[in-house]
């Protein structure tokens, strides 16, 4: 079993690495892929770059060209609900895309022919990173992640995509990484600490919290590679 860790930022893969024995890297497709082995597993890290677009992309190529049989996602996110604080984890059950648009044709909002709003995430995988909050006595959140290409930094925003999707998070990349995971098969999760709220100081929270709420997100991933191999 060949492991995938995305994040979006050098930030959200640097805890990982650090914590590597050995690390192969390879230059492909304007991208950095690090293969590793961790407590004797195989994982191919990479950081995609912000968005949709460079997110998809590097989940493709984790697969089909590194071969990885399951993807995860570790990284930061901006908060909905009001139950999360910064630094807090989250689970996606299922992912949509906020900024997906064509209700001009009678169709819901995040919704293509063909698409589907929201895509689910892995149950087992999910199960897992249940099994290991509780084992570190950590709360973790379970709820819809809204993605789009666009850092919401405003009230109304964030309201019209908590009542549109029933979402419980923001972020940029998660819907993306489960079209791709979803068209190919491949299971997948997605996990984000919290950056900030989404709200006129987001820009400010982001770059004060990125790199611990990033910590977070990675220590606890590296532990669910623990338990998927068990
Ligand atoms: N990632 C972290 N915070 C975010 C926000 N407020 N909007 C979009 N993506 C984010």
Redesign the pocket.
Same mark, same amino acid.
């Given at each position: 079993m060949k492991i995938a860790i995305i994040g979006a930022m050098r930030e959200e893969i640097d805890p990982l690495l650090s914590k590597m024995d050995s690390v192969i890297e390879t230059q492909y497709a304007n991208n950095i892929y690090y293969e590793a082995i961790y407590n004797g597993k195989k994982l191919v890290i990479a950081y995609s770059k912000i968005g949709k677009v460079f997110s998809a992309l590097t989940a493709t190529i984790l697969i089909e060209k590194f071969g990885c049989q399951m993807v995860l996602f570790s990284g930061?996110?901006?908060a909905i609900s009001s139950e999360l604080k910064i630094g807090d984890l989250i689970i996606a059950d299922g992912l949509c895309q906020h900024d997906l648009d064509i209700t001009a044709f009678g169709h819901p909002y995040g919704y293509v022919p063909e698409g589907e709003v929201c895509i689910p995430t892995d149950t087992k995988l999910r199960e897992i990173a249940k099994k290991v909050a509780s084992n570190k006595g950590i709360a973790l959140k379970e709820g819809i992640i809204a993605t789009g290409d666009?850092?919401? #930094?405003c009230s109304d925003k964030k309201s019209w995509v908590a009542e549109t999707f029933k979402a419980s998070a923001?972020?940029?990349e998660g819907a993306s990484v489960a079209v791709v995971c979803n068209a190919l098969g491949i299971p997948f999760f997605i996990l984000r600490a919290i950056?900030?709220t #989404?709200n006129d100081e #987001?820009g400010m929270d982001?770059d004060t919290f990125l790199e611990s709420s990033a910590k977070i997100s990675a220590d606890f991933i590296l532990d669910m590679v623990d338990e998927i191999y068990a």
């Open positions: 930061v996110a901006g666009q850092f919401v #930094a923001l972020e940029m950056s900030d #989404a #987001a982001f």
